[in-house]
Nanobody, 120 residues
């Protein structure tokens, strides 16, 4: 089991940037496919970005391609989500996940989430 703690959320103006971090504990981190998801009020949780265990492969939702970048540092047991050109409709709670299946982005472990608010 992997324990995940997100940080870096906050309030930003439209067009601005934020960098989210997810610190993991647990011996299986380095071998785990990881992902970022988000959930806006009244909406279902949606996939945002994913990264392979080595970091060599990354995956993005179409809505964030070219603006968001996922990365990982296995030495620090941390993954990141750099978010640029943020839009008000991207206001949501952002969640880190581990133990993900790339085929359907089902993930076994979840963090508590960090709030991102984008003002217009």
């Amino acid at each position: 089991q992997v324990q995940l703690v997100e940080s870096g959320g906050g309030l930003v103006q439209a067009g601005g940037s934020l960098r989210l971090s997810c610190a993991a504990s647990g011996r299986s981190f380095s071998g785990s496919v990881m992902g970022w998801f988000r959930q806006a009020p009244g909406k279902e949780r949606e996939f945002v970005a994913g990264i392979s265990w080595s970091g060599s492969s990354t995956y993005y939702a179409d809505s964030v391609k070219g603006r968001f970048t996922i990365s990982r540092d296995n030495a620090k047991n941390t993954i990141y989500l750099q978010m640029n050109s943020l839009k008000p409709e991207e206001t949501a709670a952002y969640y880190c996940a581990a133990g993900c299946w790339i085929s359907n982005w089902y993930c076994a472990s979840w963090g508590q989430g960090t709030q991102v608010t984008v003002s217009s």
